[in-house]
């Protein structure tokens, strides 16, 4: 009988060296001769114990982490794959309260199970949702979305429902599925999770969002910085074709749905869903104007749901264990759960999915266990790169969408980002201009020119060059650019600027005190 | 719909341009095609062709083959997709990933993203820098590495982080970067 030892298969536990642990647990063990089977997972979401490895036992899987090659002898000596007692054991992983406390639904199974195992995918109620929908007619599904009030995961948390009715009831054929996995925000990293380690689900997702609107082809639109995602996803894609989830006959059902994986080419852009659709079309991912709506006229001029990986992946549950389950969890007008990142300057970083509702001070403190440096929070950046920067005093505020809105901010697609008190915000707020600038289509004026121009009016604010001027023209440029801009890229970028300007105003004004004093 | 389709574009200026940026490396880029990048260029309009909005599958799989998209082939992408020459050019001038000379023989991305930031990764780009004596976006001078920067790798709980030839290492510091630069050089 060997043992089986699990190690994640993921883009961040490889980072930090597990494919070197997997391989020198294998020696070690043949060397030893002791019998064990390694198997790959994704990551638990624990990342600052990554790499995490768990051990097989009959009570239960049990974790050790962070591991290095040099710690497998030590491993091996202290009888680890009996479980035994180790400096990096950290018992029952079910049991590290970072994730004891945590409502894993869309993440049920991250972690669990191997993602290129359909078995292990079903044992763990894969494939029940889509059972479900199969059942149902494409009303009856988009209705359920509806009620369970799930809202688009990408950022701009619009309601799932109400858009797969537009697609449902147009009635230009053939329609799409296309889901955007262009996961460009830094702090985040919850999609690329999902496809590393379940990635069966998002195909779950993109088959019932088939079924309900009546799309028989799908697209996934990968970002090119995930090649490991891509490389897990296709495989998964392959083998649901194989086991008859995909293709012809959507498990002997007589509907059939193809998917494709797509590789985007490093442009921020292209996570704007009409860019993407023109990324998807072969062109320059250049925003179009809105309406028509992609609902209606999306890729090839085609009615198109497009949705974030963690809208679809959130589907199988819902139409699992139905409107009301989902529903059930979250406050006000934010359902559900949300797989939160936390990033950044934080000692416990990783995926922590939560109901709406818990606040900032939890998510960083309780959770994330404060700053990596052991320094004070000083700042949080919530929802990327167009998320507004939010100082200690705002850390109870709910994760809520609406709540997030009333201070100006956003929760986005759930990223935190932590800055220790070494921060400096005047070179944030230049570098979310610069940000802007690199990342434009050029397709608006107050984008392409307004972002440009900030970067040029924050340093001359930094060098104290007409100070009062110059802090005017800031906000008015701000302004343009929030009212004027086409898309979310130009219309955001001013949240982190105006808020980094409102909360952190001593960090704009350093040369000026200097030469005060 | 494209009234274009088949007429060639030719934009003189941009040709000569692209001559001097890659300083006469390869035969590519003086306007001929070699005999591999040829088979490379046809193996990937042979796979691609059929596809709806077939241009960036068709030109990944010319950069993953010869880690760039050279000028030379853009007549004929255009030609096999029913698109102007101008379109092509256009589609790989905007995407960041799509380089028109070839890199250095590895490639180190840098994460500029916010989530590195805060764990001092503009330090590590400035050392970097110093150390290979190029700037984000350039080659060293013996061709052994080109230095880009890149926003987000999703690694932002291990930050900060990079990427050398497609492998992200995360949690770097200076000497793991350090160690990094000695074995990009190393393999030469």
Known sequence: ?517 | MHCFAYVEVNLPGVEQEQRVNDGGRSAAESGTLSGAQQEAVERAIALHQPRPGALLPLLHAIQDVLGFVPPAALSRIAQALNLSRAEVHGVVGFYHDFRTHAPGRRVLRLCRGEACQSMGAERLADLAQRILGIALGGTSGDGAVTLEPVYCLGNCACAPAAMLDGQVHGRLNEATLRALLQGAGETL
């Open chain 1, 1 to 517: 009988m060997s043992t089986t030892v699990w190690v994640p298969r993921d883009t961040s536990a490889i980072s930090v060296g597990a494919e070197d642990v997997a391989r020198g647990i294998q020696a070690e063990a043949q060397r030893r001769g002791e019998a064990v089977r390694i198997r790959r997972n994704g990551s638990r979401g624990l990342y600052w114990l990554e790499p995490l490895i768990e051990v097989e036992t009959p009570a239960g899987r049990i974790a050790y982490g962070p591991t290095a090659p040099g710690d497998v002898g030590s491993l091996f000596d202290a009888e680890f794959l009996a479980g035994g007692a180790h400096v990096l054991r950290h018992g029952p992983t079910e049991t590290i309260p970072f994730l004891a406390r945590q409502e894993r639904l869309c993440f049920a199974r991250m972690g669990v199970i191997d993602p290129l195992s359909i078995e292990d995918y079903v044992a763990h109620g894969g494939f029940t949702g889509l059972r479900t929908a199969l059942a149902m007619s494409g009303t009856q599904i988009v209705q359920q979305v509806t009620d369970s009030g799930l809202r688009g995961r990408g950022g701009a948390a619009f309601p799932t429902g109400i858009k797969w009715k537009t697609v449902l009831d147009a009635p230009a054929t053939p329609k799409y599925i296309v889901c955007n996995a262009d996961e460009g925000d830094s702090g985040t990293f919850s999609d690329r999770m999902q496809m590393e380690g379940d990635p069966l689900a998002l195909i779950e997702g993109m088959l019932i969002a088939g079924l309900a609107v009546g799309a028989e082809q799908g697209y996934v639109y990968i970002r090119s910085e995930y090649p490991l995602a891509e490389r897990i996803l296709t495989e998964a894609i392959e083998l649901a074709t194989r086991a008859g989830y995909l293709g012809e006959s959507i498990a002997g059902s007589g509907k059939g749905f193809l998917l494709e994986v797509r590789r985007g080419a490093g442009a921020y852009i292209c996570g704007e869903e009409t860019a993407l659709l023109e990324s998807l079309e072969g062109k320059r991912g250049m925003v179009r104007y809105k309406p028509p709506l992609p609902a209606l006229q999306g890729l090839f001029g085609k009615p198109t749901v497009v949705n974030n990986v963690i809208t679809f992946a959130s589907l199988p549950i819902i139409l699992e264990k139905g409107a009301a389950f989902y529903r059930d969890y979250g406050m006000g007008r934010s359902r559900g759960t949300l797989p939160f990142q936390l990033a950044g300057n934080i000692k416990r970083g990783g995926l922590v999915e939560k109901a709406f509702g818990l606040t900032l001070r939890e998510l960083l403190y309780d959770y994330g266990g404060g700053s990596a440096t052991g320094r004070p929070i000083r700042a949080v950046q919530v929802g990327g790169p167009l998320g507004a920067f939010l100082p200690e005093k705002l850390f109870d505020t709910p994760l809520d969408y609406e709540a997030f809105a009333q201070v100006d901010g956003m929760i986005g697609h759930g990223g935190v980002v932590a800055f220790d008190d070494t921060v400096d915000m005047a070179h944030m707020a230049r570098y979310a201009m610069e940000f802007c600038a690199i990342e434009s289509c050029g397709k608006c004026t107050p984008c392409r020119i307004g972002s440009t121009r900030g970067v040029e009016v924050i340093d001359r604010i930094v060098a104290d060059e007409s100070r009062d001027k110059n802090l005017t023209l800031l906000q008015d440029l701000c302004e343009t650019m929030l009212h004027g801009s086409l898309c979310a890229l130009g219309g955001m970028t001013p949240f982190p600027v105006l808020s980094a300007l409102k909360h952190f105003p001593e960090d704009f004004r350093k040369l000026a005190s200097r030469r005060a004093a």
